[in-house]
C-alpha cells in the first residue's frame, strides 16, 4: 500500500510538470493573453469561487514576487490530480515566470522579459540541508516546484473551505506544506518571499512524522529545451530579426535631404543601466558604430532631420509601413519587447548620420559578411548561450550582459566597436561555438539573410529567410 501511494503521487506530480511546461510552450498560441511570448506559467489557484475551482487566478502580487498556492488544474487542461494521501497539489511559481503581473514597462523595476536567458527564482535543497537539486548557479535555479501535501502532520488543519469540492480542503499553505529544520537551517516550504527578485528556498526533505511533503520542480531548461522544439519558434526569431532590420532600412527612407540621402541611425551602447525597458536602448551621442540595435534615436534624427519625431522610437509607428509594430499584431511587438537584448547592429562609414554623408555614395567604405558584399549595416540576433565555449557564454549578471562575447561569437564579437565602419562580419550554420544570424542592409536598403544551405546571402521574405 505504501508503494501504491507512492507511486500516485509520483504520478500526479509528473503529471503536473508535464501539463506546465505544455502551458508555457503553448502560452503564445493565444494571442488574448498577456505578453503572449513562449514561457510564461499560470497563477496558482488562491481560492474557489462558484464553478471555478482549480482556476489560476487572473493575477497574484506583485511584479517579479514570487507566489505559492493551490495548482490550477482545471486551466493546465487536468482533472484535480492528487497525491497518495488523495490531497491535490500546490505550485509555486517565481515571480520571473509568472504571467500577470509581468512583462516590459517604462519601469526599471517592475519590468522583466521573458526569453531563453530569464532565470527562476526557487532554490530547491536535499533532504541533508546542504546539497542543491536546483540553484547551484542563477541560471539553475528552479522556475517553478510542484508538491505533493502528503497527510497532515504537526497539527495541520484542512478544514475545507466553501466551492473546495473536488479538493476538499482549504487555501493555507501552511496546512498542507511543511518545516524542517536540517543542517541547522529552518526550512519551511509553505512560505515564500515577498520581496521582488528574491530568491525563496525550499526543501525536498526525508520523510518522517513532522516532515512528509514531496516535489518535483520545472527549470529554465525544462522550458526552453521543450520550446525549442517546435517547428515554428526558430522562424519567430528570423522574422522578429528581418523587422528589426527593415525597421533600420526604413529610416534611411525618411532623412530630410531626399531619397539620395540614405543615413542610418547610431548603435546602442553594449553595457546598459537595465536589459528590460525599451527605451534604454538609446543610440549614442559617442558615434558608436556598432552595439546593441537602438530603439530610441534621439541623437540621429535631428541630423538626419529624419521624418520620425518626438520620443523617437525607432519600433513604433511609421506612417504606411512595414515599420509600424504598433499597428501590427500585437504578438509581433511583444516578441520584440522580450528579445530585444539579443538584437546587435554595425553600420558602414559611408552611412553614418553625419553631415557629410547627405549625399550617400555607393560604398566607398562599408560593412561584408564572409568577405564579400557590400553592406550599408548589419543586425544579428544572438543565439542561445553556448556552454563550450572557453569561457563559457553568460548573462545572469548586468555585468555579464556588457560583455558582447557573451553573446556573439567569433568576428561579430571581435570586430566591435567597427572602428572603420569596414568590418568583415561572420555568418554560418550554427554549431556548438557559433549560433549568432545575421541579416543585411544593402546600399539600396534592402533586406537579406544569411542561408546557411545555400552559403548565401538571400533576399528577406523567403522560405530560407523569413
Not at 142 to 148: G, K, L, S, T
Not at 193 to 211: C, E, L, M, R, V
Not at 282 to 296: K, T
Request: glycine fraction near 8%; aromatic fraction near 10%.
Amino acid at each position: 500500500m505504501a508503494r501504491a501511494r507512492a507511486q500516485a503521487t509520483a504520478t500526479a506530480l509528473a503529471q503536473a510538470k508535464e501539463a506546465l511546461i505544455a502551458y508555457a510552450v503553448t502560452y503564445a498560441d493565444d494571442s488574448s493573453r498577456a505578453n503572449p511570448v513562449p514561457g510564461f506559467l499560470p497563477c496558482p489557484e488562491l481560492a474557489a469561487t462558484s464553478n471555478n475551482e482549480g482556476v489560476a487566478a487572473s493575477s497574484c502580487g506583485s511584479a517579479l514576487v514570487s507566489q505559492l498556492g493551490r495548482l490550477p488544474w482545471r486551466t493546465l487542461g487536468l482533472n484535480a490530480p492528487k497525491d497518495g494521501s488523495g490531497e491535490c497539489l500546490w505550485y509555486a511559481v517565481s515571480g520571473t515566470y509568472k504571467n500577470n503581473p509581468n512583462g516590459v514597462t517604462t519601469v526599471a523595476t517592475t519590468s522583466n522579459n521573458m526569453n531563453w536567458d530569464t532565470n527562476g527564482q526557487f532554490a530547491v535543497i536535499a533532504g541533508d540541508g546542504v546539497t542543491y537539486l536546483a540553484g547551484a548557479a542563477a541560471d539553475k535555479l528552479a522556475v517553478a516546484v510542484i508538491f505533493a501535501p502528503g497527510v497532515p502532520v504537526g497539527g495541520q488543519d484542512r478544514t475545507p473551505v466553501a466551492n473546495s469540492r473536488a479538493c476538499a480542503g482549504n487555501y493555507s499553505a501552511a496546512a498542507y506544506l511543511d518545516l524542517v529544520t536540517a543542517a541547522g537551517i529552518n526550512f519551511n516550504n509553505s512560505v515564500v518571499s515577498a520581496t521582488a527578485n528574491a530568491i525563496t528556498t525550499f526543501i525536498a526533505g526525508d520523510n518522517n512524522s513532522s516532515f512528509n511533503d514531496r516535489l518535483v520542480y520545472i527549470t529554465r531548461a525544462d522550458i526552453w529545451n521543450a520550446v525549442k522544439k517546435r517547428s515554428d519558434f526558430q522562424n519567430k526569431l528570423r522574422a522578429l530579426t528581418r523587422r528589426a532590420a527593415e525597421c533600420v532600412a526604413m529610416y534611411g527612407t525618411y532623412n530630410g535631404f531626399g531619397a539620395s540621402d540614405k543615413r542610418l541611425p547610431w548603435a546602442s551602447d553594449v553595457s546598459l543601466s537595465n536589459y528590460v525597458v525599451n527605451s534604454r536602448f538609446r543610440d549614442n551621442a559617442s558615434n558608436l558604430l556598432s552595439g546593441r540595435l537602438p530603439y530610441r534615436v534621439s541623437v540621429s534624427a535631428p541630423i538626419t532631420d529624419n521624418l520620425i519625431s518626438s520620443p523617437y522610437y525607432l519600433f513604433a509607428a511609421w506612417p504606411g509601413s512595414y515599420c509600424s509594430y504598433s499597428l501590427s499584431p500585437v504578438n509581433e511587438q511583444v516578441w520584440y519587447d522580450h528579445w530585444k537584448d539579443h538584437l546587435f547592429y554595425a553600420i558602414a562609414k559611408e552611412y553614418r548620420p553625419v553631415p557629410a554623408n547627405k549625399l550617400t555614395r555607393a560604398c566607398g567604405t562599408c560593412l561584408t559578411i564572409n568577405g564579400a558584399g557590400s553592406y550599408a549595416a548589419v543586425v544579428i540576433f544572438a543565439g542561445e548561450k553556448l556552454s563550450g565555449l572557453s569561457p563559457p557564454q553568460s548573462r545572469n549578471t548586468t555585468a555579464e550582459r556588457a560583455v558582447i562575447t557573451n553573446y556573439l561569437e567569433g568576428r561579430n564579437a571581435s570586430n566591435d566597436p567597427n572602428p572603420g565602419g569596414n568590418s568583415d562580419y561572420q555568418a554560418a550554420a550554427a554549431s556548438g561555438s557559433f549560433n549568432d544570424f545575421v541579416y543585411a542592409i544593402d546600399t539600396s536598403l534592402t533586406v537579406s539573410c544569411y542561408d546557411a544551405a545555400s552559403g548565401t546571402m538571400m533576399a528577406a521574405h523567403t522560405a530560407a529567410c523569413p
